[in-house]
């Protein structure tokens, strides 16, 4: 890094934020498999629901920095910008899929492929590892960023306009999660209608809250640095509701009893992403040092989160298994901190390998 290199916006913060969490969640599922004693599935599961923020600040960070750096140009194509999202985000997601499909296939979820009609659903459907129904959500905001542009820029710096999205946002979140609630988690529906969870619309409101949070950047700025103790205390309330909730269910804690699609669950996720906010202008107005590191690694948080499960995998095989068996907490730690360093180092590394054979690739092709 260089004195050069730009410092992190609130995106960044999110995305680098919600990565280095989730990299946690499938290594805590392990963990139960081992029968742990009551306490340590306690803290389990409070260490889980402490980090059920990730696909909520990773969704509100892609569209804050994406609104940030492309709804002003008008010059910038549908096409061209699609064409940036494929080989930043839909070439990786293509290429991890296949080696999730064919090198770890017992990481299906739901069903598995036994020829290539079912090989293709479980490789679109994110049904390929427990961590790739993100990826299915999350392209869908790619694809979808003309909806996005559209509402930005209708509402432009308008205050009026922006407190109407918001509030039917609000609406349209509350409607869906009260459907959800109703019909999928625990209901009639929940297992034909799992694929749900995955639908765009049930995070849309960190995607257009990221798009106004960009709009109105500097009301928003001012309101996250004047209010954040406030969102400190929601952040604890909201914590200790969201725990209550999971162990009404009793013991062995299950973690699918604690989905994002909750009332308790939003408020939560909602009051980390203002505290991400707020720890972002206060470091980058600081002029800290780390905002470069942020920026950086940032930028292949995506990569690293593909990666994640793969190497806990790995690692769990090897030896956190045997470790997390004779000690919870402390094998959560270690296989925890190698799959963080192993994610983002193969993140680095194979994009230091693409750019140096890239230019051979091109000129083969040139030739031909």
């Known amino acids: ?30 963990a139960l498999t081992t029968s742990p004693s009551i306490a340590a599935q306690t803290w389990i599961g409070i260490l889980y629901n402490l980090v059920k923020y990730t696909a909520p600040a990773f969704i509100f960070g892609i569209l804050y920095t994406t609104t940030r750096m492309t709804i002003d140009h008008r010059d910038l194509t549908y096409r061209r910008y699609l064409r940036n999202s494929w ?30 009609r079912t090989f293709l659903w479980q490789f679109v459907n994110g049904n390929a590892a427990p961590h790739l129904w993100y990826n299915t959500m999350m392209l869908q905001f790619i694809i979808l960023m003309p909806l996005f542009w559209t509402i930005g820029r209708w509402c432009g710096h308008d205050r009026r306009r922006g407190i109407f999205t918001a509030c039917v946002t609000v609406l349209i979140a509350a409607a869906w999660l009260w459907f959800y609630d109703s019909q999928v988690f625990h209901g009639p ?37 004047k209010w954040w103790p406030v969102s400190a205390v929601i952040f604890a309330g909201a914590l200790l509701w969201t725990n209550q909730e999971l162990f009404n269910y009793g013991f062995p804690v299950k973690l699918t009893n ?77 296989i925890y901190v190698l799959t963080w360093c192993l994610s983002f180092s193969s993140a680095f590394g194979i994009h230091a390998v693409w750019v140096r054979v890239k230019p051979v690739f091109v000129k083969v092709q040139n030739l031909s």
Request: proline share 4%; glycine share 6%; net charge neutral.
């Open 1 to 30: 890094m260089n004195d050069t290199e730009p410092a992190a916006d609130i995106g960044d913060y999110l995305k680098l934020g919600a990565c280095t969490a989730v990299m946690s969640q499938p290594i805590l599922g392990y």
């Open 87 to 116: 080989h930043a985000l839909f070439i990786p997601t293509i290429w991890w899929t296949l080696v999730y499909l064919l090198v770890m296939p017992q990481m299906q979820q739901v069903s598995r492929y036994h020829d290539s």
């Open 189 to 225: 529906h929940a297992t034909d209608w799992y694929l749900l969870d995955r639908l765009f619309v049930s995070f849309l409101i960190y995607g257009i809250f990221g798009v106004l949070a960009w709009q109105y950047h500097e009301q928003f700025d001012r309101l996250i640095l």
């Open 258 to 334: 604690a989905p994002y699609y909750k009332p308790s669950m939003t408020v939560y996720d909602l009051a980390v992403i203002g505290l991400f906010a707020a720890l972002c202008l206060f470091q980058v107005r600081a002029k800290r040092p780390f905002t470069k590191f942020v920026h950086r690694f940032a930028g292949f948080a995506y990569k690293a989160y593909l990666a994640n499960v793969f190497w806990s995998e790995c690692l769990w095989l090897l030896f956190g298994k045997a470790l997390t068996t004779a000690h919870t907490l402390t094998g959560i730690l270690v």
